[in-house]
């Protein structure tokens, strides 16, 4: 035992087979989430299928409902939010409570060339050859089935009347498109794609199988076939090899593999790949992925130390400045010779649709998906997609974009605010050519047209001044009228000349007035400011009463936010001159509205509302000479208790006061006065986001 060679001394010689019975069928199952003192051997299978080519399997198992361990108001909860109450054959669960639960699996490798099942018998090694090995896990696919459940009530409770971000036309015209030849880059992102492969796995039909037990005649029949079947010495082969050699047939060397490194930017790279990259291509690569970001975020994402200039240089070449944040450029999302990958549309088209898209959010923060489509005519996933890039759907105000404006970097940079706003007003030319519109159809609807940008200092301060002076005029002439007993209580009042108009739906505390390009005028049109006198006041205040009267004949709900919105849709919908009032203030509009038959509803909102002061403004009809007056004045009253209700609360109380009420009225009076998120009723336009 002293030498070298008798350090590892042979204690027995064992023959080793090859199986091949079930090379091409035989998979390891691993249970990875339950020890293995704790087997499913004993536990009932219900059902069993496999997908071969995906090498897919799903077990339905029992749950053994008689345990002491399972809770049975859980497992029947379960059962009724996935099922209901209704009997139906597809029933997931039969029983009416969760008895049973569905595992799923997914490849723990997918080389298993060297993986292998052996028995040993009588000194004998045979081995088989493993076609796949699997993790079998817990499927939740039932949890998708009760949302869907709870999405179907919740449609049900609305009565098909849910509010929507803009209403869709009900009669849509049919586009007729040609699909044209898919490019071979077109091909493989789809083929890539996350869709194209869970389609590919549907394909696939489902093999049902039977399960047989561990201790089964059939599972000990089919365990025989692990032995190799064939013994004959003619076909025994002696080996040859050298222990080296022999060593590396059992453990082949891995292959190094090549890793083709991206050759540009992509949606994978990590920090460190990207700080790499040149800064020009760390500048494009932030901005394609993330689209919209202000300037000190980007600064934040790249390398400390950075300068701020060369990134400014960068920023200008691959986007473009809105509301004081950075905007991707279309030509960087839509390269030349590309084409949307839903419509087919070339990206030429494409680029002048986003740039008009960016240019309405230059002049406001909210904007219409339909005005937009109307006037760029592209289809309206097209649309849809420029408008998620850099906005998000607000109930009852359209698309608001995404982030508040950057007052500090135009203050900061003025000179590159100024060199952006002469790049958007050249936009702006090549825009109204394309689209065939006219400069006053690019100026947001929701504020006054902007002075000239050329009015001098010494023109404003005299404006200003007879503004003063028509202003003390029109108090004294309200005054005597007062005395007079005219009643006229609602009076002008003029807007400043720097000031924008008190009506804007915006819910931006920036100081940057609505209605401007990145802290520029966005147009160079005067404004045309109307000194209405005495007659005047009163009658845009009886104007404005009959407005406030139609209004809210029509929506019977609504805040301060939302009335201001369709104010400016009213005003912006009638000929230039027609308008009998120029000017409105929030405390104008508010005396206007209570002074029709409407009330406030002082809703009490969540401490931790984010919503703004206009949207916690909310007012109610009020009066209309109908019985159901009071049923809506009963609805007004629980909502002075809780800014949201159930709507069995509403019945009860309607039932409490009237006695039988029927499911039309609750109805009615839902449809008129609220609307429904997640199973709770809130006032119009209250719902938080």
């Known amino acids: 035992m002293a030498s070298g060679d008798d350090d590892d ?78 009997y139906d054959e597809t029933n997931t669960y039969t029983a009416k409570m969760m008895d049973k639960q569905t595992f799923s699996s997914i490849q723990a490798t997918t080389n298993t060339s060297r993986y292998a099942a052996a028995v040993f018998r009588k000194g004998e090694l045979h081995v088989t050859p493993l076609t796949g090995i699997l993790q079998m896990r817990p499927s939740f696919s039932y949890l998708d089935k009760a949302d869907n459940k709870t999405r179907e009530r919740e449609a049900a409770n609305e009565g098909g009347d849910s509010s929507q971000d803009e209403a869709e036309e009900e009669v849509k015209a049919i586009t007729v498109r040609f699909a044209r030849p898919e490019s071979e880059q077109a091909r493989q ?20 199988l039977h399960y047989h037990g561990v201790r089964d005649s059939r599972s000990e029949h089919e365990r025989q076939y ?35 490194k991206p050759v540009g930017p992509s949606n ?45 240089r960068c920023i200008q070449q691959v986007a473009l400045l809105v509301q004081g944040n950075w905007v991707v450029k279309s030509d960087v999302l839509y390269p030349k010779n590309t084409c949307s990958p839903h419509s087919g549309v070339p990206a030429e088209v494409l680029c002048r649709g986003r740039d008009f ?3 309405r959010f230059t002049l406001e923060r909210s904007v219409m998906r339909k005005e937009i489509t109307a006037i760029i005519k592209l ?70 047209q902007p002075e000239p940008v050329q009015i001098s200092g010494e023109q404003r301060l005299k404006m200003a001044q007879e503004r003063a002076q028509d202003h003390r005029s029109s108090l004294q002439k309200d005054l005597d009228a007062k005395r007079a007993g005219t009643g006229v209580r609602i009076k002008q009042e003029p807007v400043g000349e720097d000031e924008p108009m008190d009506t804007s739906s915006s819910s931006s505390s920036s100081s940057i007035p609505n209605g401007s390009v990145n802290g520029y005028p966005a147009g160079s049109t005067a404004a045309g400011f109307d000194h209405t006198n005495g007659n005047g006041a009163n009658a845009s205040s009886l104007e404005l009463q009959d407005f406030v009267q139609k209004t809210f004949r029509k929506h019977f709900v609504l805040t301060l936010n939302e009335f201001k919105r369709l104010l400016n849709l009213h005003l912006a919908s009638m000929p230039v001159g027609r308008s009998a009032f120029h000017s409105i203030s929030d405390h104008m509009l508010q005396e206007a509205i209570l002074l029709s038959p409407c009330r406030q509803i002082l809703v009490p909102f969540p401490a931790q509302s984010k919503a703004a002061s206009d949207e916690q403004k909310v007012f109610g009809l009020w009066e209309t000479g109908e019985d159901f007056d009071k049923q809506r004045r009963l609805l007004y009253d629980l909502f002075t208790k809780n800014y949201r209700v159930r709507r069995n609360m509403v019945q009860t109380r309607l039932a409490q006061d009237f006695g039988d009420v029927s499911k039309a009225d609750i109805d009615r009076l839902l449809s008129e006065c609220c609307s429904s998120h997640a199973g709770m009723w809130y006032l119009k336009g209250t719902i938080q986001s």
């Open 9 to 86: 001394p042979i204690i027995e010689e064992v023959d080793v087979y090859l199986a091949k019975s079930l090379a091409d069928k035989l998979y390891l199952f691993q249970y990875p989430v339950r020890p293995s003192t704790m087997t499913y051997d004993d536990v009932n299978h219900l059902a069993a299928r496999i997908k071969p080519k995906q090498q897919r399997v799903e077990l339905e198992m029992a749950i053994n409902t008689m345990s002491p361990n399972y809770c049975r108001s859980k497992g029947e909860q379960i059962a009724l939010n996935v099922d209901g109450t209704a």
């Open 189 to 208: 992102r789809r083929i890539q794609s996350y869709e194209f492969l869970q389609k590919k796995q549907a394909e696939e039909p489902w093999a049902h």
């Open 226 to 260: 692990l032995f190799c079947q064939s013994v004959d010495a003619s076909e025994n082969s002696e080996l040859v090899k050298t222990p080296k050699e022999y060593l590396a047939m059992l453990m082949p060397p891995l292959a190094e593999e090549k890793v083709v």
């Open 268 to 312: 994978v790279l990590s920090m460190a790949q990207l700080r790499t990259l040149p800064l020009g291509d760390q500048v494009k690569t932030l901005m394609k992925n993330v689209k919209v970001m202000p300037f000190a975020n980007l600064m934040g994402l790249l390398a400390s130390g950075t300068d701020s200039t060369a990134v400014l």
């Open 357 to 359: 898209v960016m240019w």
């Open 379 to 448: 289809p309206p996933e097209d649309v849809k997609e420029f408008l998620e890039h850099v906005a998000a759907p607000r109930v009852n105000r359209g698309w608001e974009f995404l982030l508040p404006t950057d007052a500090d970097f135009i203050k900061k940079h003025p000179d590159v605010a100024h060199r952006q706003h002469m790049l958007w007003l050249g936009i702006q030319s090549k825009l109204e050519k394309v689209f065939n519109c006219s400069k006053e159809d690019f100026m947001p609807k929701n504020s006054p």
